[in-house]
């Protein structure tokens, strides 16, 4: 089973920049779409960004299009995201994730962007 351990979040200011990071466990990242999520209080988990398997197309949701770019490295079976121009409603939990006909999960790592 694959496991992934997200790292980088914290609290910044408005305008801010961060990099998440995703490590997974195992080389079957490489096989896998990837993909950012996040949650804040009180909401649902939402949809932030995707990236195919290889690399070559990626996805975004409206809210962060233009502010985010989502990557991987396979050889290194990382994933980020590196987020620019921070604004307090990206506050959140920040969860990457393995898509494919079983999903997997990491633990989250909070984004605090404070006005």
């Known amino acids: 089973q694959v496991q992934l351990v997200e790292s980088g979040g914290g609290l910044v200011q408005a305008g801010g920049s961060l990099r998440l990071s995703c490590a997974a466990s195992?080389?079957?990242?490489?096989?896998?779409?990837m993909g950012w999520f996040r949650q804040a209080p009180g909401k649902d988990r939402e949809f932030v960004a995707t990236?195919?398997?290889?690399?070559?197309?990626?996805y975004y949701a409206n809210s962060v299009k233009g502010r985010f770019t989502i990557s991987r490295d396979n050889a290194k079976n990382t994933g980020y995201l590196q987020m620019n121009s921070l604004k307090p409603e990206d506050t959140a939990v920040y969860y990457c994730?393995?898509?494919?006909?079983?999903?997997?999960w990491g633990q989250g790592t909070q984004v605090t962007v404070s006005s």
């Open positions: 994730g393995l898509l494919g006909t079983t999903n997997y």
């Open positions: 990236i195919t398997s290889s690399g070559g197309n990626s």
């Open positions: 195992e080389r079957t990242f490489s096989s896998y779409t």
